[in-house]
């Protein structure tokens, strides 16, 4: 049985989310549809990281096994995308070793978050941006993001709803690029909670905003309670970049 990979990017405005849910259009639900016409046999597909509902991917990682396809591995991203909707591509695919799992091999993964800076709504961002009108302090931004970095409990950040059996992650690094009219947050850990990302970046803009104190943030953290966190950022601004393994 082989194992393959791809790297999936995709606008998921139009989705339910990456994970296939019954009545929903879902980029899995998309991928395994493609994949079913290329050969004789019914593919899973597993991601790297379930993204939610309109969450964007620039890197996003599958992986699935079959010994049926008859499509060369190299061509597979031009099959997939003469079959696929014009917002999923396949930009790589490649054999991996028989014990790949897109999942549970990765050791690193790297989320961005786009804000958009102005006066009104842009046009041209209004699906990739999240929009904040008031001036933001992006330097406190800057400073309260490290107090993110390291093996730490994320419980305050956890939305409800997740399975997993442990709520510490590892960030490797949490960084604040100003490139105006965008600010753009990278989150990079060994792994992130459900809405964690989302739920990070609602509470750094409430310390922007001048709402909140990095003080606060660090006792919000220590309590373990999501409900003392801020609200979670819109899903339209973030994208998942890059899955290391």
Not at 35 to 57: F, M, W
Not at 117 to 128: A, D
Request: proline share 5%; net charge neutral.
């Amino acid at each position: 049985m082989k194992t393959y990979g791809l790297v999936v990017q995709y606008e998921g405005t139009e989705y339910a989310g990456f994970q296939v849910q019954s009545g929903q259009r879902t980029i899995q639900g998309e991928l395994e549809e493609a994949l079913g016409q290329l050969g004789p046999s019914q593919i899973r597909i597993v991601g790297a990281g379930r993204t939610d509902a309109g969450v964007h991917a620039e890197g996003q990682v599958v992986s699935f096994r079959d010994d049926r396809l008859t499509v060369p591995v190299e061509r597979l991203p031009y099959a997939l995308n003469s079959l696929l909707p014009p917002d999923i591509r396949v930009v790589k695919s490649w054999l991996a070793e028989p014990d790949f799992h897109a999942r549970y091999s990765a050791v690193q993964k790297t989320y961005r978050y786009q804000i958009y800076q102005g006066e009104f709504p842009n046009v041209f961002y209004r699906r990739y941006a999240h929009w904040v009108m008031e001036p933001i302090n992006w330097q406190a931004v800057k400073e309260c993001a490290q107090l993110f970095v390291g093996k730490l409990d994320f419980a305050a950040f956890a939305a409800s709803g997740g399975s997993t059996k442990t709520t510490v992650r590892t960030m490797f690094s949490v960084t604040v690029e100003e490139a105006p009219p965008l600010a753009l947050i990278r989150f990079t850990a060994d792994g992130f909670l459900y809405k964690m990302v989302r739920n990070l970046v609602g509470t750094l803009l409430d310390v922007g905003l001048g709402r909140l104190s990095p003080a606060e943030v660090q006792a919000i953290m220590h309590s373990r309670d999501r409900r003392l966190a801020s609200a979670t950022a819109p899903a339209h601004g973030l994208v998942l970049e890059r899955v290391v393994y």
